[in-house]
């Protein structure tokens, strides 16, 4: 029976070495980076054994563009460096060596080894890896990868991809499986998890059974997981152009709880859907975007995911009797320096996600020349477009937003009509005293 509790060291994994042709895989030269071939004929000059490996060669077999090539290599990293003139190690807990090839920069690393058995392998209590620099042959490099379909090597002298570990057939069997015991693997570093899922979303894939199972149990492991490291992975997850669906998957396999978990709590409520809606609409626009080579923010998509927690606590307080734009102020405030305990959202985010929240309170106010003033602010796009998600939601009334947009394509009669056409709005009465700074009343 699956436990969480039980803590599983290292278990052995089946290695079969497969050789796949070029006559079956299609790998064609063309496709690859000139630096990442250069890089492999320096190595295997020297006599060293040298590869692509990963995400690359994964999405030539499955007829994708890649757009970064790295290279697994037997010689050291000290070894790579002399070859290199070129050349930096970064990374503390396994090195690694980027070499500059003209414009391009190429990621190599050195095979890694088992260590199970070896002093230089260190876990914490939850059995997550905190030293592994360790190295060993090609396949024991391929053992320690991820996933299977990220554990293909390609070798551009004999046009041949390597499989240790049945990459190649669960690549085309469209499946994600995780090499060696999935629970022992998640603990050993919980964002696998995430990139699961990642992965299904990215690639179109399904989750093998076994890769899956655990999910639900170990949620709890990313709690061990650095809070800007988590910042980072969520910006791969949501805003690499298959953010809905990947949110969907999320919300499966209840990974959406420890990385937002007063957001899913209102998401699983019974009175759910204009915030679900919201957050789709949100991911739904940002996916449309980068499909049409736009920009994005993560400020924008951050807004939308604390939006909920930040709407019921305004509520809360607007009903307790206190200012409508007061109330929105502490409640973001609350929101965001309770959250940062979980996702760190670097400050210059920050900034901008207090800014579009606070122009929902200056968009509302449509009379004399706050229009113009509104329409000045430098997130005034970023506040209208926000307007419009929660119009289209359902969270307040047609007509908000089709005032604005009007307005903005209007000349100066044009915007004293709509000004006109509107009651004028009425102030908050000014509070004598400003409230303390309010803690989130979990």
């Known amino acids: 029976m699956f436990s969480v509790f039980k803590k599983k060291g290292p278990q052995p994994v089946d290695v079969c070495k497969e050789v796949i042709s070029q006559e079956y895989h299609?790998?064609?030269?063309?496709?690859?980076?000139?630096?990442?071939?250069?890089?492999?004929?320096?190595?295997?000059?020297?006599?060293?054994?040298?590869?692509?490996v990963g995400g690359g060669i994964r999405d030539l077999l499955l007829r994708k563009h890649p757009k970064d090539f790295d290279v697994a290599t037997s010689a050291k990293p000290i070894e790579v460096q002399k070859l290199f003139k070129r050349s930096?190690?970064?990374?503390?807990?396994?090195?690694?060596?980027?070499?500059?090839?003209?414009?391009?920069?190429?990621?190599?690393?050195?095979?890694?080894?088992?260590?199970?058995?070896?002093?230089?392998?260190?876990?914490?209590?939850?059995?997550?890896?905190?030293r592994d620099n360790v190295f060993g042959s090609v396949?024991?490099?391929?053992?320690?990868?991820?996933?299977?379909?990220?554990?293909?090597?390609?070798?551009?002298?004999?046009?041949?991809?390597?499989d240790f570990v049945g990459g190649y057939d669960d690549l085309e069997d469209g499946i994600v499986r995780i090499i060696g015991d999935p629970e022992t693997r998640y603990r050993e570093d919980p964002v696998r998890m995430l990139r699961a899922i990642r992965f299904t979303g990215k690639l179109g894939l399904s989750l093998e059974n076994d890769t899956s199972e655990p999910i639900r149990q170990l949620t709890s492991?990313?709690?061990?997981?650095?809070?800007?490291?988590?910042?980072?992975?969520?910006?791969?997850?949501?805003?690499?152009?298959?953010?809905?669906?990947?949110?969907?998957?999320?919300?499966?396999?209840?990974?959406?709880?420890?990385?937002?978990?007063?957001?899913?709590?209102?998401?699983?409520?019974?009175?759910?859907?204009?915030?679900?809606?919201?957050?789709?609409?949100?991911?739904?626009?940002?996916?449309?975007?980068?499909?049409?080579?736009?920009?994005?923010?993560?400020a924008f998509?951050?807004?939308?995911?604390?939006?909920?927690?930040?709407h019921h606590r305004w509520q809360e307080l607007a009903a307790e009797g206190h200012g409508r734009t007061q109330s929105l102020t502490i409640a973001s405030s609350e929101t965001l320096?309770?959250?940062?305990?979980?996702?760190?959202?670097?400050?210059?985010?920050?900034?901008?996600?207090?800014?579009i929240w606070g122009l929902q309170i200056k968009l509302e106010k449509r009379h004399g020349r706050r229009p113009d003033s509104t329409l000045e602010h430098p997130r005034f796009r970023a506040g209208y477009d926000f307007l419009l998600l929660r119009e289209s939601a359902g969270e307040i009334m047609v007509g908000l937003g089709e005032w604005w947009t009007n307005y903005q394509v209007s000349d100066e009669s044009q915007r004293r009509e709509l000004v006109a056409s509107i009651e004028e709005d009425f102030e908050e009465v000014p509070k004598r005293h400003l409230l303390k700074k309010y803690r989130y009343r979990e």
């Open 301 to 310: 998509l951050y807004a939308a995911l604390h939006w909920p927690q930040v």
């Open 26 to 52: 299609g790998i064609n030269h063309r496709d690859l980076s000139p630096g990442s071939l250069k890089v492999i004929g320096v190595l295997q000059h020297a006599g060293y054994e040298a590869y692509l």
């Open 139 to 162: 396949e024991d490099d391929a053992v320690r990868r991820d996933f299977t379909m990220n554990a293909l090597y390609y070798d551009p002298s004999n046009h041949q991809v390597l």
């Open 221 to 298: 492991l990313l709690r061990d997981v650095s809070a800007s490291r988590l910042f980072d992975e969520i910006l791969k997850l949501l805003q690499a152009g298959y953010g809905r669906v990947t949110f969907s998957h999320l919300m499966q396999h209840g990974l959406l709880k420890p990385l937002f978990p007063h957001t899913f709590d209102l998401l699983e409520s019974s009175d759910n859907g204009i915030y679900l809606s919201l957050i789709d609409l949100a991911l739904r626009n940002t996916d449309a975007r980068l499909a049409e080579g736009k920009s994005v923010t993560p």
């Open 337 to 355: 320096d309770l959250n940062q305990q979980y996702v760190a959202i670097p400050k210059r985010f920050c900034a901008t996600i207090r800014e």
């Open 88 to 130: 930096r190690l970064i990374g503390r807990r396994f090195q690694i060596v980027h070499v500059r090839i003209g414009a391009e920069v190429i990621e190599v690393t050195t095979f890694r080894g088992s260590a199970n058995n070896s002093e230089m392998r260190r876990t914490n209590a939850s059995g997550m890896l905190v």
